[in-house]
């Protein structure tokens, strides 16, 4: 989303990073007077991020009697900077003209931002309310898929067409009221609105107004589609250290702009989408209800549930042997848990490189390699250790060897599920930082648990 040029006041933060008590205190204390000026006092000075934090930090009865009590006071934007159960709580209290009001004052992609996770009823009243012309804008962002390029576009851009100079130009974004308010680059279109290059700004600005915009324009080789998945974007931005990218429909005709700012929210997201998938909770905010959590993680854990029988049902065949030699009971565990670390480290890697592309068919049978030459260094180390421990502990040689080999072969296949799964997965276009964790916790669990007790029962004669 984009960010407004505000006064930043440092001190409302506490050294841990959270909103200071005090302030959050007097905050609280103007909302319950509903004293209105002390209230934009305090909160007038902040960005539209502190302000997201402030509003999270409230009770919820709170923060919908701040937004009450700014009025028109109150920055719409900073609605972009919280979870989104809590933007919903607070925008269904407020009349649809207001919010209608309030879109108007927004960039685009901040609009759509807020627009997007209100029902469709609600949707098409608030847009009713909006000019025709920025009604149209918003419509068309809103009619791209959900985590699209499409989405988190700006509509608000520059386009010249190409033979004008750069003296016409320079008049046209200084006599025209309707253009953003910040940009850094100005889109060469023909009359059907395809795009045809970009000049920066920093270029009209050195040139004579007499050079024409075609001869110093450049070819926009990094246009994004608006259907194109936001990571791809995002992707894009890493790769060629853009500051901003045309957005271009299945026309090639410029639609709109997306700049880094919102490519830095895009990269948050889907980091912390990652890190949340791996832990199998889904897109799980603080914000949610107990029953909404309790539902999010359900799925996932009955999944675990039935991994756990299966490894438990290889422990049950091998029950005899437990029953003959108590030490196996007491060293099972570190075998298991050693090829689940390991795989876990692998799988994390992998499923990380799979998702910023730097994996691929060119380079996977070099990591595999890797991976297995890592888990079989690992294994061996680790195997030479247990052994000695279990040696020493039980003062049964055989116990130590057996423990040894099995820790390097579940070391090994904990390496090899690591990879393999997710790009299994991966190709049957599943996303591996959500199923791989429980297909891999699963061939370490059964492994682990096999070639112990099998080798055991093996040596032993058990």
């Not at 100079?165 to 309707?178: F, K, P």
Request: proline share 3%.
């Amino acid at each position: 989303m984009a960010s407004q040029e505000q006064t930043t006041d440092p001190d409302i933060y506490a050294e841990s990073g959270v909103i200071r008590p005090d302030f959050l205190d007097q905050v609280s204390a103007a909302v319950s007077a509903g004293d209105t000026d002390q209230l934009a006092e305090l909160t007038e000075p902040l960005h539209e991020s502190e302000m997201g934090d402030l509003i999270a930090a409230l009770e919820p009865s709170e923060r919908q009697e701040l937004v009450a009590l700014l009025g028109d006071r109150f920055d719409y934007s900073a609605l972009t900077h919280i979870d989104d159960a809590i933007r919903l709580e607070i925008i269904t209290v407020l009349p649809n003209e207001q919010i209608a009001l309030a879109l108007q004052e927004l960039d685009s992609d901040d609009a759509v931002y807020i627009l997007e996770d209100m029902d469709e009823g609600e949707q098409a009243d608030i847009l009713g309310r909006i000019p025709f012309t920025e009604r149209i804008r918003l419509r068309r962002s809103l009619d791209y898929p959900e985590d699209s390029a499409g989405r988190r576009m700006q509509a608000d851009f520059v386009a010249v067409p190409p033979y004008w100079n750069v003296g016409q130009t320079i008049d046209y974004l200084r006599d025209n009221a309707d253009l953003p308010e910040r940009f850094s680059q100005i889109f060469v279109i023909d009359p059907t609105f395809r795009l045809v290059g970009a000049v920066d700004l920093d270029r009209i600005l050195r040139e004579q107004r007499e050079v024409r915009i075609e001869d110093i324009m450049r070819e926009t080789r990094h246009a994004v589609p608006a259907e194109m998945d936001q990571e791809e974007a995002a992707q894009i931005f890493e790769r060629y250290d853009l500051l901003s990218a045309a957005v271009i429909d299945e026309n090639e005709r410029l639609v709109g702009v997306l700049t880094i700012d919102d490519v830095v929210d895009v990269i948050q997201e889907e980091a912390e989408e990652d890190i949340l998938a791996l832990g199998g909770v889904g897109d799980e905010e603080l914000s949610d209800s107990v029953i909404e959590t309790t539902r999010s993680r359900f799925t996932w854990l009955m999944i675990n549930l039935g991994t756990a029988v299966l490894a438990s049902f290889v422990i049950g065949l091998f029950d005899a042997t437990i029953q003959e030699m108590v030490a196996l009971a007491v060293l099972m565990p570190i075998v298991a848990s050693m090829g689940g670390n390991a795989g876990t480290q692998t799988m994390t890697v992998t499923v990380r490189a799979l998702a910023t592309r730097e994996l691929d068919i060119y380079n996977a049978g070099r990591i595999i390699r890797r991976e297995t030459l890592v888990g079989l260094l690992n294994g061996v180390l680790f195997a030479v250790v247990i052994g000695i421990v279990a040696t020493l502990w039980f003062w049964t040689p055989g116990l130590g060897v057996v423990i040894a080999i099995a820790m390097v072969v579940n070391m090994v296949c904990a390496a090899l599920a690591g990879i393999f799964v997710p790009l299994i997965l991966d190709r049957m276009k599943v996303d591996p930082a959500v199923a791989s964790s429980v297909f891999v916790t699963t061939v370490t669990d059964v492994v682990g648990f096999f070639a112990f007790l099998g080798l055991a029962a093996v040596w032993f004669g058990i």
